[in-house]
């Protein structure tokens, strides 16, 4: 589940000479030492140069390019080649720890498995959780196995009984009909089922099938959706508008996008309720200001919750769409418009109202994805 010696400090050797001389070239971190392997290594100057090396791998042209030490053989020059072509940036589920390698799934409907080896160290060791677990990495082919490029971002985060069996049936779907992908590049190897057919258990039936009206949502979690929705939508149409209403079905088919949903377990009026304050609070409900405003004592008494349940839910519901005042996805564009957190931005050095500036400007903004989109447009339509 590690890596043999040789191959820890040929890693080590050709990961510590590209993020350095990348930092060279980018100055991303000042006074930063190259590093050597054998030698105690400062860790945050990788944690800062990493993430902008996997938005620009171009820059890993750049180094073969160059390679102006001209340290690196044939050989190695190959296996950083590899890396530009075939890196794999994602969050994925750690769902076994096996003796080769540990298995990580994409959260995809048709999830992927990959056999990730550890470095200097297994994954078991290195990530302390009991699996699973979601964890963000970069992996890297090398030298005909998966590795990780020496950073794991794990998230503590449970899973309750519904998710965990979701998660083992989804693994065992993918090994059934794709295997474990052990190389980058090279096809896995699919472990076939058992002849013997096995009379099916009553969770493995069929799940109902429910019509979204349109919603983009798997069709394994249609029915709950529906059941969620309905809900929503009659709050909506006595308490808020079309508008809270349209955010919060967007928001729930999102929910039920995610692998696996968090919606296969609980109640149905708790995650109505759930949704229904986390977006409303999103959008500054509870400020009587505002011309449609409620207490949290009205969101949880509609739904017959206690506020605590309501808010424990809606906190949850926050945390897995990441909700805030920057994001902008989930808010109200009366909000959008008057929130100056979206729209002032550094533009040559000076904070500036992009509002204010050119519409070339307002595009290459809208393109990096800095604002919800073109002001100028929108003046255009008054």
């Given at each position: 589940m ?8 040929l ?22 030492k ?41 050989i190695?020059?190959e ?36 056999g ?29 196995k ?55 258990k ?5 799940p109902?099938?429910?019509?979204t009206?349109?919603?983009n ?14 809900i ?53 409900i509870?400020?009587?200001s ?26 949850e ?44 400007v ?21």
């Amino acid at each position: 589940m590690k890596l043999p010696q040789s191959e820890i400090e040929l890693f080590y050797k050709l990961w510590g000479t590209l993020i350095w001389t990348i930092n060279q070239k980018h100055k991303i971190v000042p006074a930063f030492k190259k590093p050597v392997y054998g030698e105690r290594i400062n860790e945050t100057p990788f944690i800062v140069i990493r993430p902008k090396l996997w938005e620009n791998p171009q820059w890993i042209d750049d180094f073969l390019c160059e390679n102006e030490f001209n340290k690196l053989n044939e050989i190695e020059c190959e296996i950083l080649k590899d890396w530009r072509k075939n890196f794999i940036k994602d969050r994925f589920i750690v769902v076994k720890h096996l003796k080769p390698y540990s298995v990580f799934m994409t959260f995809e409907d048709s999830a992927k498995l990959y056999g990730v080896c550890g470095i200097s160290t297994s994954i078991k060791e290195t990530v302390l959780y009991d699996v699973p677990y979601i964890v963000d990495a970069v992996l890297l082919p090398f030298k005909g196995k998966i590795i990780y490029d020496s950073f794991l971002g794990p998230h503590s985060v449970s899973f309750g009984k519904g998710l965990r069996d979701s998660i083992k049936d989804s693994y065992e779907k993918a090994k059934e009909t794709t295997g474990i992908i052990e190389a980058i590049g090279v096809p896995p190897i699919p472990i076939k089922p058992q002849s013997v057919a096995k009379k099916p258990k009553s969770s493995q039936l069929t799940p109902p099938v429910g019509d979204t009206k349109g919603a983009n949502v798997p069709q394994s979690i249609s029915a709950r959706y529906v059941e969620v929705a309905n809900i929503i939508e009659k709050f909506c149409d006595e308490k808020l508008n079309e508008e809270y209403k349209g955010i919060c079905l967007r928001a729930l088919a999102k929910l039920c996008r995610k692998r696996p949903s968090p919606l296969v377990s609980g109640r149905v009026q708790t995650w109505a309720c759930g949704i229904v304050y986390a977006i409303g609070s999103n959008n500054f409900i509870f400020d009587k200001s505002q011309s449609i405003n409620m207490t949290a004592d009205e969101i949880a008494e509609w739904f017959s919750l206690s506020k605590s349940t309501a808010g424990n839910k809606a906190a949850e519901v926050n945390k897995l769409l990441d909700l805030s005042y920057f994001n902008t996805e989930f808010q109200l564009k009366s909000r959008i418009d008057r929130n100056p957190l979206i729209w002032y931005l550094k533009v040559n050095g000076f904070i500036v109202d992009i509002r204010t500036m050119p519409r070339e400007v307002q595009e290459e903004a809208f393109c990096k994805g800095l604002i919800p989109y073109i002001p100028a447009d929108e003046d255009a339509d008054v």
